[in-house]
Protein backbone atom coordinates (compact mmCIF):
# COMPACT_ATOMS: atom_id res chain seq x y z
CA UNK A 1 0.00 0.00 0.00
CA UNK A 2 2.95 2.70 0.54
CA UNK A 3 3.29 2.88 -3.29
CA UNK A 4 -0.35 3.85 -3.43
CA UNK A 5 -0.83 6.38 -0.79
CA UNK A 6 2.26 8.09 -2.32
CA UNK A 7 0.35 8.14 -5.90
CA UNK A 8 -2.57 9.30 -4.42
CA UNK A 9 -0.64 12.06 -2.44
CA UNK A 10 0.90 13.15 -5.70
CA UNK A 11 -2.53 12.97 -7.56
CA UNK A 12 -4.06 15.04 -4.84
CA UNK A 13 -1.13 17.22 -5.13
CA UNK A 14 -1.95 17.94 -9.22
CA UNK A 15 -5.03 18.03 -8.40
CA UNK A 16 -4.66 21.07 -5.80
CA UNK A 17 -1.99 22.90 -8.32
CA UNK A 18 -5.02 23.46 -10.87
CA UNK A 19 -7.77 24.58 -8.47
CA UNK A 20 -9.92 23.72 -5.65
CA UNK A 21 -12.38 21.80 -7.16
CA UNK A 22 -13.31 18.67 -4.92
CA UNK A 23 -12.89 14.90 -6.20
CA UNK A 24 -15.70 12.19 -4.91
CA UNK A 25 -14.29 8.67 -3.10
CA UNK A 26 -15.64 7.02 -5.92
CA UNK A 27 -13.82 8.76 -8.87
CA UNK A 28 -10.88 8.81 -7.26
CA UNK A 29 -11.12 5.03 -6.87
CA UNK A 30 -11.74 4.80 -10.36
CA UNK A 31 -8.88 7.08 -10.89
CA UNK A 32 -6.66 4.63 -8.62
CA UNK A 33 -7.98 1.50 -10.60
CA UNK A 34 -7.37 3.23 -13.95
CA UNK A 35 -3.68 4.11 -13.19
CA UNK A 36 -3.24 0.84 -10.97
CA UNK A 37 -4.67 -1.66 -13.03
CA UNK A 38 -6.48 -3.20 -9.87
CA UNK A 39 -9.99 -2.01 -7.76
CA UNK A 40 -9.05 -0.15 -4.72
CA UNK A 41 -11.10 -1.65 -1.64
CA UNK A 42 -12.74 1.39 0.27
CA UNK A 43 -10.98 0.09 3.57
CA UNK A 44 -7.96 0.40 1.62
CA UNK A 45 -8.46 4.18 0.30
CA UNK A 46 -9.33 5.00 3.69
CA UNK A 47 -5.98 4.20 5.23
CA UNK A 48 -4.31 5.52 1.67
CA UNK A 49 -5.82 8.70 2.62
CA UNK A 50 -5.00 8.65 6.40
CA UNK A 51 -1.30 8.40 5.35
CA UNK A 52 -1.86 11.01 3.05
CA UNK A 53 -3.12 13.53 5.38
CA UNK A 54 -0.54 12.37 7.47
CA UNK A 55 2.45 13.52 5.24
CA UNK A 56 0.64 16.77 4.87
CA UNK A 57 0.40 17.02 8.79
CA UNK A 58 4.02 16.19 8.85
CA UNK A 59 5.61 18.21 6.23
CA UNK A 60 3.35 21.14 7.26
CA UNK A 61 1.06 21.83 4.79
CA UNK A 62 -2.65 21.86 4.04
CA UNK A 63 -4.33 18.82 4.15
CA UNK A 64 -4.90 17.20 0.73
CA UNK A 65 -7.78 15.01 1.41
CA UNK A 66 -9.88 17.99 1.86
CA UNK A 67 -9.80 17.51 -1.58
CA UNK A 68 -12.16 13.96 -1.95
CA UNK A 69 -15.42 14.21 -0.77
CA UNK A 70 -19.04 12.13 -1.04
CA UNK A 71 -21.11 12.44 -3.99
CA UNK A 72 -24.04 13.13 -1.80
CA UNK A 73 -22.26 15.87 0.77
CA UNK A 74 -19.85 17.36 -1.03
CA UNK A 75 -18.05 17.13 2.18
CA UNK A 76 -14.58 14.86 3.08
CA UNK A 77 -16.40 11.67 5.43
CA UNK A 78 -16.31 11.19 9.66
CA UNK A 79 -12.67 10.40 8.81
CA UNK A 80 -11.49 13.66 7.83
CA UNK A 81 -9.44 15.19 10.39
CA UNK A 82 -8.45 18.69 8.78
CA UNK A 83 -9.53 22.42 9.46
CA UNK A 84 -12.39 23.65 6.85
CA UNK A 85 -12.45 21.81 3.62
CA UNK A 86 -13.01 24.78 1.58
CA UNK A 87 -9.91 26.95 3.45
CA UNK A 88 -7.83 23.59 3.22
CA UNK A 89 -8.17 23.26 -0.67
CA UNK A 90 -8.33 27.41 -1.04
CA UNK A 91 -4.67 26.96 0.73
CA UNK A 92 -2.99 23.70 -0.85
CA UNK A 93 -4.12 25.69 -3.90
CA UNK A 94 -1.55 28.05 -3.41
CA UNK A 95 1.20 25.59 -1.99
CA UNK A 96 1.23 23.44 -5.10
CA UNK A 97 0.01 25.73 -7.85
CA UNK A 98 3.39 28.02 -7.02
CA UNK A 99 5.36 24.48 -6.96
CA UNK A 100 4.55 23.45 -10.13
CA UNK A 101 3.67 26.66 -12.07
CA UNK A 102 6.23 28.83 -9.90
CA UNK A 103 3.38 31.26 -9.55
Partial sequence: ????????????A???SEGTQSITYG?????LRHFQGEP????HLAG???LVSQRCAVKGEPDLTAYVVSKH??????????????VERKNAHELHRVRVWGK
Avoid at 27 to 31: D, K
Fill in 48 to 50: MLA
Fill in 14 to 16: DLA
Fill in 73 to 86: TGLPSKGYAGGDPE
Fill in 40 to 43: VRRD
Fill in 27 to 31: TLAVT
Fill in 1 to 12: MTARWISVYDYL
